[in-house]
């Protein structure tokens, strides 16, 4: 599939006043809005996808240290698509087309395959439903590994949430509250995790545990340890001074959180979402085995969450 291109496909959804354009390619979310105000970083539909806006990643989010890595006694190696950080990115559905196996006014299920190649010899079956309800647009992804061997998995989404217009440096003005108490470091600028710490630790401005306004902030860090609610979900907000904003909540079956400030973005982009992206793993996890899922054959795994709009 050739990357780089503009979305074909694409998909409307309407309910509870909430609207959602959904596309085949990467079974990205285009745009989600409430009462005609934008809750994620929207992009055309002739545009091609910029920064990873509302991807699905599969079978492995955010980077993977020089495409290498060793699993199930064998080594592997991956083509490096991220040639500043030497890394693989994002996984290997981000760029393929999904096709439509429901489709209605409120709920949407694509279906997607990852077939055996160079660096992943695994056949894995990926399917993902939307769904618009009062809640918000809830997301469920969903792996079977249709392989005879186990296959390493990690499931993630890229959504860049709003709190306002997207204009640059708009973050700055914003308030953030993510209930995690770990943060992966990073050891450089290849992105790659080094240490666990807690947050705030090291006189770092990570700890967003009681809302506060995001400022100069500048974060591209794996969170996890998440303080879930009583209903068993853990939720991140991003809002303005009045309470306005967006929030995406998930379950247990998300590990870890990637929040990124924008900051490599160019004109107008720059600083103006942030990157809230609810993952099974952190980066690396290929190599570090952190969390990361081996998919007997046959068997399945998911991970969803939903975006909800505050105020």
């Not at 061997?149 to 709190?163: C, E, K």
């Not at 992105?191 to 807690?198: G, N, R, T």
């Not at 770092?204 to 506060?212: G, K, L, P």
């Not at 995406?248 to 004109?267: E, P």
Request: with cysteine.
């Amino acid at each position: 599939m050739t990357a780089g291109r503009a979305p074909t496909v694409g998909f409307s959804l309407r309910a509870s006043g909430y609207e959602a354009e959904i596309v085949g390619l990467g079974a990205s979310v285009r745009s989600l809005r409430w009462g005609g105000r934008d809750l994620v970083m929207p992009f055309a539909a002739d545009e091609v996808r910029p920064m990873m806006r509302g991807a699905l990643l599969a079978p492995w989010p955010n980077r993977l240290a020089d495409g290498r890595y060793e699993f199930g006694g064998r080594s592997h190696r991956l083509p490096v698509d991220e040639l500043a950080t030497r890394t693989a990115v994002h996984g290997l559905v981000a760029w393929s087309d999904f096709e439509p196996e429901l489709v209605a006014r409120d709920r949407l299920v694509l279906g997607a395959r990852i077939e055996p190649r160079p660096g992943y010899p695994w056949r894995v079956a990926i399917r993902t439903e939307f769904a618009l309800t009062e809640q918000g647009l809830g997301q469920e992804i969903v792996a079977t590994n249709e392989s005879d061997s186990p296959a390493p998995i990690g499931l993630g989404g890229h959504p860049y949430l709003l709190a306002g217009r997207p204009d640059a440096r708009a973050i700055d003005e914003w308030f953030l509250e993510l209930p995690a108490e770990e943060v992966l470091l990073v050891s450089d600028d290849r992105m790659l995790p080094s240490d666990s710490v807690p947050v705030g630790s090291g006189g770092r401005d990570d700890d967003f545990r009681s809302v506060r306004r995001l400022g100069a902030a500048v974060l591209n860090n794996a969170f996890t340890r998440f303080a879930a609610g009583p209903d068993g979900r853990t939720r991140a907000r991003v809002v303005d001074r009045c309470g306005v904003g967006a929030e995406i909540s998930w379950d247990g079956r998300c590990r870890w959180v990637q929040l990124y400030t924008s900051d490599h973005a160019t004109g107008d982009g720059f600083r103006a979402a942030l990157a809230v992206e609810p993952t099974t793993c952190p980066p690396d996890a290929f190599n570090s085995g952190r969390d990361l899922i081996a998919l007997a054959p046959g068997a399945s795994t998911s991970l969803g969450w939903t975006i909800s709009a505050l105020g």
